[in-house]
């Protein structure tokens, strides 16, 4: 019974810690397509007063 309890267990520290790895992945990703809109958005206003 003890074993059970204890698998359990780890596999429930395990799964939270992958959902909280997978979570810091998306927002990493996120944070990168915001620099770039951020970047397209700069190039394109350049462009519009400059061309």
């Known amino acids: 019974m003890n074993y059970i309890v204890g698998f359990i267990f780890i596999a429930l520290i395990g799964y939270i810690f992958e ?7 998306l927002v990493k990703r996120n944070i990168e397509q915001e620099n770039l809109k951020v970047i397209q958005d ?3 206003d350049n462009l519009k007063a400059f061309g």
Do not use: E
């Not at 959902?19 to 992945?25: A, D, E, L, N, T």
């Open 19 to 25: 959902q909280h790895r997978r979570i810091r992945y």
């Open 42 to 44: 700069h190039q394109y």
